[in-house]
C-alpha cells in the first residue's frame, strides 16, 4: 500500500519489492553471504585485519568514486562477513540492504560517534534507540521519532564490551544527516530529549534490518566532541586510537552469535 503525505519524506510503500532490487535478485544468489555480519565504519582498520588474517573477498560492493570488498571470515561459529562501511545513511545502507536481501541475517555495526555530553574520547555506548534525523529510515519502516535496537544483539555487544574490561553505555544516539547542521539550539534539543552521542547511520541501518527481517544493533566509540559549547567542536583526532579496540570488541561480539 503506498502512503502518500504533504511532505515526501514521509511518503512511503509497504511493498518491499522495489524495482532496482527485483532486477538484482534474479542474478544473485540468495545464500551469497554468510548469515553474520561486520558493518564496519572503521576506515583502513578494516582492510588491514582483512590482510592480516588472509580473508577472501566475497564480492566488491560499487558505488560512484568508491568500492567496498566484502571479505569472508571464520570464527567458531563458522563464516562470516566484514566490510568497511560508507558514510551517511543512503550510502550505508544501499550496502546493508544488498547484504540482509542476500543471505546475512545478524549484522553488528561498528564506528565512532560524535559526543554530546562529557564522555572520554573512546567510550563505548551501545544504544538502546535512535532519533531518526535522518530520511532514509522513513523509506524502509512506518514514520516515527525513534527505533529501537535489537535488545537481543545489544545483550550480545554488551557482554563483549564488558568482557574486554569496559563499562557499557546505552544511551540514545541521534541520526543525523546534516554534519553542518548541529547547530547550538539542535544539540541542547537533542541533549534534552536524551541523547548523549550522534551519528550518521544507525537509524536508517536499523530501518533496514527490521525491512529485511535480519537482527542489528551497534557498538560506538566516541570520537569528536560537542559537548563544551563554549568552546565548540573538537575534533580530538576523531577517535582513530579507538579502531583497533573496537573492532576487536565487535569481532568478539559476532563470535558469541550462532548462525
Known sequence: MLHTHDLPILERDDDSIDLIGESEDASIPADRYPSRAILAFLGEVVDEYARAENLPVIETLEQIGNTYPVYRGHDAQGDFAILMMPLGAP??????????????????????????????????????????????????????????IDPAMRAVIGQAVEAAGYRVNDAPVWTNDAFYRETRAMLNHRRAEGCAIVDME???????AALRGAQFAQLFYTADTLADLENGHDDRDWGRGSRGVALEIALDALSRLTC
Open 91 to 148: 550510502a550505508a545502507v544501499m550496502n546493508t540492504d544488498m547484504l540482509f536481501r542476500h543471505g546475512v541475517r545478524k549484522a553488528i555495526a561498528v564506528g565512532s560517534c560524535g559526543a554530546l555530553e562529557p564522555l572520554e574520547v573512546g567510550e563505548l555506548v551501545v544504544p538502546a534507540r535512535a532519533l531518526r534525523g535522518e530520511g532514509t529510515s522513513f523509506q524502509y519502516v512506518p514514520a516515527s521519532r525513534w527505533i529501537d
Open 202 to 208: 544507525c537509524s536508517a541501518m536499523a530501518a533496514s
